[in-house]
């Protein structure tokens, strides 16, 4: 198994000298960028495995670099940052982040946060391909079509997906959603789940603010409705 990749994206050196440090002690291979600009090279020549970028940077906010990052790229991002309000991680997570670290923060923290956001969803763990009259999702190649079309999920949105299909007609709870795809030391970040949600249902829905396929129950969680009298079936081999 190869050795993940981490970039470090910091304006202060010191700040990328203990994150090689610790990351490196801790098997991982590390590169660094000093600006936004710098990390979308690096991203585009060495496909790092995951991303730290901070927030607050000179020139472009970490922010705007999100934002380009995820329009090209699938790779894992954490957030850091300052700040600590459900604003600020909401337009972070809205920027296509996966995650979100609030500085000062401890080292074994951090690696918790990268190993949950490396996480992939075991292959073992196979649903049936689901296929209605404008909505197909493969599981197995981790393809979707709607009306036909394709549509790209980051690894994140589309384990979301999984877990709400798998479930289908039955309302899935806030932590145990959050604790199948995020990790287990997750469980109160709702606010997490909603930015997903919406970005899911922006990108499967005919009319996301009127969604037929993923609802909300109130004070429970999510689930996934099958639209009409379409049911999830295996795809033919």
């Known amino acids: 198994m190869s050795t993940p990749k981490v970039l470090v994206v910091d ?9 090689r440090t610790t990351l490196s002690s801790n098997g991982y291979t590390v590169l660094e960028a000093r600006s936004g600009e710098e990390a979308v090279e690096i991203l585009r020549r060495e496909r790092p495995d995951l991303i730290l970028l901070d927030v607050n940077m000179p020139g472009r906010s970490g922010l705007e670099i999100c934002r380009e990052i995820r329009d090209q790229s699938d790779v ?5 940052t300052v700040r ?13 982040a996966d995650d979100y670290v609030v500085k000062p923060f401890g080292m074994e923290e951090l690696l918790a946060r990268i190993r949950a956001a490396l ?41 979301l997906l999984r877990h709400l299909v798998a479930s289908q007609g039955k309302p899935l709870e806030h932590r145990r959603l959050l604790q199948a795809v995020w990790g287990p030391d997750y469980g109160d970040e709702t ?13 499967i829905e005919p009319d996301p ?12 969680g999510y689930r996934f409705e099958p639209a009409g009298s379409a049911a999830s079936k295996p795809k033919k081999k």
């Open 76 to 80: 894992a991002v954490i957030m850091l």
């Open 119 to 159: 996480r992939r969803t075991s292959a073992t763990d196979s649903v049936p391909t689901y296929v209605s009259n404008d909505l197909e999702i493969d599981f197995e190649r981790r393809k979707l079509l709607v009306q036909g079309r394709p549509v790209r999920l980051t690894p994140k949105e589309f384990d």
């Open 11 to 19: 304006d202060e050196p010191q700040i990328r000298r203990v994150m």
């Open 191 to 203: 606010e997490y789940l909603r930015v997903f949600i919406n970005q899911l249902r922006k990108k």
């Open 84 to 96: 600590n309000s459900e604003h600020d991680k909401v337009l972070a997570l809205d920027a296509g």
């Open 209 to 220: 603010a009127h969604p037929k396929y993923i609802h909300t129950d109130p004070w429970v």
